[in-house]
């Protein structure tokens, strides 16, 4: 779609109440009925389950997730992704916070991991990180978007696992003018939309440990495996 075709769209679709992306009822961004379903791993203990193919990635310290990657909670996220729906990121950023405040080992900063700038600037916001200040704001965390993408990659999606690290990697560097000494000792936690293997993640942290942050955990909305 064109960006001048797009922006009307947002407008109209913004002016109008949100439709709940579970069951298309009218009012909040997610109804009362569907929003437990963002809450589907909160009451287990953090780590990474049996069955699922990976460990935490290094040099994460640790990988969370609200829930699967399936339902209502890939059509929220697409929703907010694609079709300028951004009052979804107040409950999805609420939720990261709920799931971080039971298990979250520590952090101190929220990090969003970006898209390439250009991507953002085509749609006028960077979904991730509408996510991380909505879930700062719920933990008290500040959130800084000190990373960028600093060169176009493939749409993770559309690569096998061993790809995708080899896609990612070197991609991400601190934005210019973010001083090393803001990081010194700072304990990051980075904030997406959907995790699969975490290379993503796992190339964000590079950056930020060399930068002399002293650890990078991470939470994302969903997992897909
Ligand atoms: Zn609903």
Redesign the pocket.
């Known amino acids: 779609m064109s960006q001048v075709a797009a922006i009307p769209g947002r407008l109209l679709d913004l002016a109008l109440p949100a439709r709940?992306?579970?069951?298309?009822?009218e009012g909040p961004p997610?109804?009362a009925?569907?929003?437990p379903t963002l809450d589907a791993r909160l009451e287990l203990p953090g780590g990474v389950p049996i069955g699922l193919p990976s460990d935490v990635p290094a040099p994460l310290l640790q990988l969370e997730w609200c829930a699967p990657f399936g339902g209502?909670v890939r059509r929220a996220l697409h929703e907010l992704k694609y079709s300028g729906e951004t009052r979804l990121a107040g409950p999805l950023g609420e939720a990261v916070a709920r799931r971080w405040r039971r298990v979250g080992a520590g952090g101190d900063v929220l990090v969003p991991v970006p898209v390439h700038a250009d991507r953002a600037r085509r749609r006028g916001y960077d979904q991730a990180e509408l996510i991380a200040r909505a879930a700062g704001r719920a933990l008290g965390l500040p959130c800084a978007p000190i990373l960028e993408r600093t060169r176009a990659t493939i749409a993770q999606f559309d690569l096998d696992r061993s790809t995708r690290a080899t896609n990612v990697r070197g991609a991400f560097s601190l934005r210019e003018g973010v001083q090393r000494v803001h990081l010194a000792g700072r304990w990051i936690v980075l904030v997406d939309d959907v995790v699969t293997t975490g290379a993503t993640l796992s190339a964000c942290a590079e950056p930020l440990l060399a930068a002399g942050a002293i650890g990078v955990s991470a939470i994302t909305v969903a997992r897909e495996r």
Do not use: E
């Open positions: 709940c992306p579970g069951c298309g009822q997610i109804c009925s569907c929003a209502m």
